[in-house]
């Protein structure tokens, strides 16, 4: 479910991002550029061996702090830094029958831990958000994005059988890549204030966040890819910058 939602994500922000910069000439004659600085709180969350779903359960405190600046009328770009506290449980998961499968029955092992990203995302704005010069409609947009992100991540993941303890009972810190992408909405509260909701999903290229890929094949499944993920709240200021018009940037004297 969560590949399938990640793939059509991906696929949509990449030909809407296209094409936005392809059209990006019509939207130079804007005059007015915004931008952003924004915090948001939120939840982080992990999907993996001991958890292939995500679990609300899983959800653990996390904050984000982004600039984004307008490029045109509809792509956004945004750097941001976020960080957040990452578990999971065996116990938590259900099987068919309502209680707890068995090979999460026998292995009883736990993840706790956080994670640090620094991303940058091309967010694409399905509504003209940026343009308020009419104060008398709301102004708001959703949006999609994508983008690329480094993370560092540090987790010790227990087990309470006390036979693959020796092996299970490890801890460590790794650094990696990942694709974010994501839905959400703004809201333009004033001229300057700003309120938003994202859910987002973090695509891993590594199975170690849990430490567990290289364990027994018959208690774990070596050839799938850890995930994270980030959905929160935020309140952002924006500030604006006219754009001088062609002939009086490159003869400053005509302004005289």
């Not at 958890?51 to 984004?68: D, E, G, K, M, V």
């Not at 958000?129 to 999609?144: A, C, K, M, W």
């Not at 810190?173 to 973090?202: C, D, M, T, W, Y």
Request: hydrophobic share 35%.
């Amino acid at each position: 479910m969560t590949k399938t939602w990640f793939s059509s994500a991906l696929l949509a922000g990449l030909v809407l991002a296209g094409s936005s910069f392809l059209g990006a000439g019509s939207a130079s004659a804007q005059v007015t550029h915004t931008s952003e600085l924004g915090l948001g709180l939120g939840a982080t969350n992990y999907k993996g061996e001991l958890s292939p779903q995500y679990q609300l359960q899983n959800n653990r405190p996390a904050l984000t702090i982004f600039y984004r600046r307008d490029v045109s009328v509809p792509v956004t770009l945004r750097g941001g830094f976020t960080a957040g506290f990452l578990r999971a449980n065996d116990a938590n998961v259900t099987g068919a029958n309502g209680g707890v499968p068995p090979v999460q029955d026998y292995r009883q092992a736990s993840m706790k831990g956080g994670v640090a990203e620094v991303s940058g995302v091309v967010e694409y704005n399905f509504l003209d958000y940026h343009r308020r010069s009419d104060q008398n409609r709301v102004h708001l947009t959703p949006y999609l994005f994508i983008g690329l992100a480094g993370f560092y991540a540090s987790t010790t993941t227990e087990s309470q059988n006390p036979a693959l303890q020796p092996s299970f009972n490890r801890k460590g810190s790794r650094l990696g890549f990942a694709v974010p992408a994501g839905v959400g909405l703004k809201v333009a509260l004033s001229q300057h204030f700003n309120v938003g909701a994202e859910i987002g999903a973090r695509k891993t290229f590594t199975d170690q966040l849990d430490h567990l890929s290289d364990q027994d094949p018959f208690l774990v499944n070596p050839h799938d890819q850890d995930w994270y993920y980030y959905n929160g709240i935020s309140v952002s200021y924006t500030f604006y910058k006219i754009r001088c018009p062609t002939p009086y940037s490159r003869n400053k004297g005509l302004l005289k």
